[in-house]
């Protein structure tokens, strides 16, 4: 951590001042309402009166606007849905000012959403354009990290900034991994994430195969946990019912992870791999399939129900 601080900043090289949060749904209601608890100074804004009204009840301040949100803060933080809701809020629309117009000068953008890692690399583009300071620092974790404050953080930063949100991100997570510069943490996440759908979708198929071979699900466990075939989507997340008796596949698939978020960030991954040329197979493959299970009923269970699907299509 620095030794020297700016006037914008705490003695602990945090910014000082309030945070303004924009995007209080499932994962940022949560993340405010833990920053609050913490002593921080805050003012939410989100576009859905409903969400405001929640984060009121979670003794969360809220602004009417999101100008109104940002003057005077010396931290955005963005929780949205997609790249395009935060590059139109950082520019604005005809209907107002963005949020890189209406917030003091050095103010720190730090957008936690999960987006293209084109998008961050822009967005960041934009925020320091306007004299502000720009980290992307995406979550693994989910609802239920983010309610109990143990998210991990992939951050995308200049150093100094990384060392400047690095407390705020403690608060809310329990691993803060500074991956590089802007976007990076954008280029972990959904590295890592194109891991896990593949890897899932091999686990499952295996175990179907399993099936058809006459082979009992906890000896297959038993050998691939223990051997080569080892993995996250096996050992922790399993998608049979037994092995593993907290894995989502105990609770008929009740999410965990859900469907429709493995393939937003496979769309993700998809467009990093056509925008880089990688000649990936199994990643674009992956995309597909978890597509085609988020449309036909997947999109709220847990994405390790994508071995129903298998099974129903061979035959059982
Ligand atoms: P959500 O839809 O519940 O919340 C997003 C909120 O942003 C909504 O309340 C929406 O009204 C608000 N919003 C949209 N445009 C806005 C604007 N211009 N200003 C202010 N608010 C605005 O989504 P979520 O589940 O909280 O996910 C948020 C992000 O976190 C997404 O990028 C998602 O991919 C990522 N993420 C989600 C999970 C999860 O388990 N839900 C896990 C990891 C990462």
Known sequence: MSETTTPEQ???????????????????GP???????????????????????????????????????????????????SGKHLL????????????????????????????NV?????????????????????VS????????????????ALPEDFE??????????????HCGGHGAGQAAKICNNMILGVSMIAVSEAFVLGEKLGLTHQALFDVAS?????CWALTTNCPVPGPVPTSPANRDYQPGFAGAL?????????????????????????SEIYDTFAAEGGAGRDFSGIITDIRDKSGH
């Open 262 to 286: 493995m393939a937003k960030d496979l769309k993700l991954a998809l467009n990093a791999l056509e925008s880089t040329g990688v000649a990936a197979r199994l990643g674009p493959l992956a």
């Open 118 to 138: 084109d998008e961050a690399r822009e967005a960041a583009e934009l925020a320091v354009a306007a004299g502000h300071r720009a980290v992307d620092a995406p």
């Open 226 to 230: 223990a051997a080569s075939g080892q």
């Open 10 to 28: 705490g003695q602990s090289g945090e910014p000082a001042g309030t945070i303004a949060f924009l995007g209080l749904g499932h994962m940022g």
């Open 164 to 177: 400047a949100v690095r407390p705020l991100l403690e608060i809310m997570g329990k691993r803060v991994v």
């Open 31 to 81: 993340m405010a309402a833990n920053l609050v608890k913490a002593g921080h100074t805050l003012t939410g804004f989100d576009v859905v009166p409903a969400a405001l009204e929640t984060a009121r009840a979670h003794g969360i301040a809220t602004a009417d606007t999101a100008a109104e949100a940002v003057a005077g803060a010396a931290v955005v933080l963005t929780m949205l849905p």
């Open 141 to 156: 974790g989910g609802v239920v990290g983010a309610e109990a404050g143990t998210l991990t953080f992939m951050v995308g």
């Open 88 to 115: 139109d809020a950082y520019r604005g629309t005809a209907g107002g000012p963005g949020l890189l117009e209406a917030a003091p000068p050095g103010t720190l953008f730090l957008d936690c959403s999960t987006i």
